[in-house]
C-alpha cells in the first residue's frame, strides 16, 4: 500500500497555519487572563507594566470588599433568577414563534411577518415604553426585567429560517398520516431536531439577560431587585466617590489601590458566570447559526 508523503511545502503551510491562529488565541486569552491577575496583584506594580503573566505581591482585599457587602450576593440571587426565567422564557417564544412562522399553512403568514419586521425598524421610544410596563404594573417588578424586549427579530428570522432548511413539509405529512397532531408533532419531532438552533437562542439570551442594566436603571427602583450589574456599578461609584473625600494623604493612596483592584475584580466577578456556560454550549454555536442563516 502506498502511502502519501507531504512535501516540505505542505508542512511549511501547516506550521503556519498553527503559528497564525496560536497568535490569534494569544491576543484573545491574554486580555481575560491580565484582568484576572491584576484583580488581585499590586496596582502600583500593573500601572508599571511590572505585571504581564505572573501576579506579584497578591492581595485579595478587592474581592474581600466585593464579595464582603451583602448587596453583591443579593445582586447575584437576582440576576440568576433573571437570567434563568428570562431565558426560558424568551427561547420559548422564539422557537414556538420562529416554527409557527415557517410553516406554509399557516394562515396570513406573509402579512405577519411583514408587520414583526416594522417592529424592527420602527420603535415607540423610551417614554411610551415605559408608560406601557407602568401601565401594566411591572414596575419594580421581577417582570419588567423579563417581558419587555422578549422577542427579538433577528433571533426569530434564524430560528424561522431554521425550521424552513431543517424540517421538510413531507415529515409533517407523513406524522400526521399517522395520527400525530400539530402540537405532539412540534414536541415529538420538531424539538429533538432543534437542539443545535435552541442552545444558539439560549447562549444569546442568556448573555443578554446577564449582562443587562439598562432596563434595571430604568424600571426597578426598589434595590432588593437590583441585578449584579447594577449593584457593581453602584460599588464602583460609590468607590470613586470615596476617594474624592479623601484628601492626598497615605490613606487615599491606600485606597485608591484597592479601588483599582475593584475595579479589576468586578469584571471577573460578572463575567465568571458567562465563561462557564459558553463551553458547554459552543459546539452547538457556530452549527446553529451557519445552519438558521442559509435561507431567509
Known amino acids: 500500500?502506498?502511502?502519501?508523503?507531504?512535501?516540505?511545502?505542505?508542512?511549511?503551510?501547516?506550521?503556519?497555519?498553527?503559528?497564525?491562529?496560536?497568535?490569534?488565541?494569544?491576543?484573545?486569552?491574554?486580555?481575560?487572563?491580565?484582568?484576572?491577575?491584576?484583580?488581585?496583584?499590586?496596582?502600583?506594580?500593573?500601572?508599571?507594566?511590572?505585571v504581564l503573566l505572573i501576579p506579584q505581591d497578591i492581595s485579595w482585599i478587592g474581592y474581600e470588599r466585593i464579595f464582603g457587602d451583602a448587596e453583591i450576593w443579593n445582586g447575584y440571587k437576582n440576576s440568576i433568577m433573571y437570567t434563568v426565567l428570562g431565558t426560558i422564557?424568551?427561547?420559548?417564544?422564539?422557537?414556538?414563534?420562529?416554527?409557527?412562522?415557517?410553516?406554509?399553512?399557516?394562515?396570513?403568514?406573509?402579512?405577519?411577518?411583514?408587520?414583526i419586521l416594522f417592529t424592527m425598524f420602527f420603535h415607540g421610544g423610551l417614554i411610551p415604553t415605559y408608560l406601557l410596563v407602568k401601565e401594566l404594573g411591572m414596575v419594580d417588578t421581577m417582570w419588567a426585567m423579563i417581558v419587555p424586549g422578549a422577542v427579538s427579530v433577528y433571533q426569530l428570522i434564524i430560528v424561522r429560517s431554521f425550521f424552513q432548511s431543517n424540517i421538510p413539509q413531507e415529515m409533517l405529512e407523513a406524522a400526521m398520516m399517522d395520527g400525530c397532531g400539530n402540537f405532539k408533532f412540534f414536541l415529538r419531532m420538531v424539538l429533538p431536531l432543534s437542539l443545535p438552533i435552541i442552545a444558539v437562542m439560549v447562549l444569546f439570551n442568556a448573555v443578554a439577560m446577564w449582562n443587562s442594566y439598562f432596563q434595571a436603571l430604568i424600571y426597578l427602583n426598589d434595590a432588593s431587585l437590583h441585578p449584579l450589574q447594577i449593584v457593581l456599578r453602584k460599588i464602583l461609584i460609590i468607590s470613586e466617590a470615596q476617594l474624592d473625600?479623601?484628601?492626598?494623604?497615605?490613606?487615599?493612596?491606600?485606597?485608591?489601590?484597592?479601588?483599582?483592584?475593584?475595579?479589576?475584580?468586578?469584571?471577573?466577578?460578572?463575567?465568571l458566570p458567562v465563561l462557564v456556560l459558553y463551553p458547554f454550549l459552543q459546539r452547538y454555536f457556530v452549527k446553529g447559526v451557519m445552519i438558521g442563516s442559509v435561507k431567509g
Do not use: C, H
Request: glycine residues 8%.
Open 89 to 115: 422564557f424568551r427561547v420559548s417564544l422564539i422557537i414556538t414563534g420562529g416554527y409557527a412562522l415557517s410553516r406554509k399553512d399557516l394562515p396570513m403568514a406573509g402579512t405577519l411577518m411583514l408587520l
Open 1 to 50: 500500500m502506498e502511502t502519501w508523503s507531504r512535501s516540505r511545502g505542505d508542512k511549511l503551510f501547516d506550521w503556519t497555519n498553527i503559528m497564525f491562529f496560536l497568535l490569534i488565541l494569544g491576543i484573545v486569552i491574554y486580555p481575560l487572563y491580565f484582568i484576572i491577575i491584576a484583580s488581585f496583584s499590586d496596582p502600583d506594580l500593573v500601572n508599571a507594566g511590572k
Open 245 to 271: 473625600l479623601i484628601d492626598a494623604s497615605g490613606d487615599a493612596a491606600e485606597e485608591q489601590k484597592v479601588s483599582e483592584l475593584i475595579k479589576y475584580g468586578m469584571v471577573v466577578v460578572s463575567s
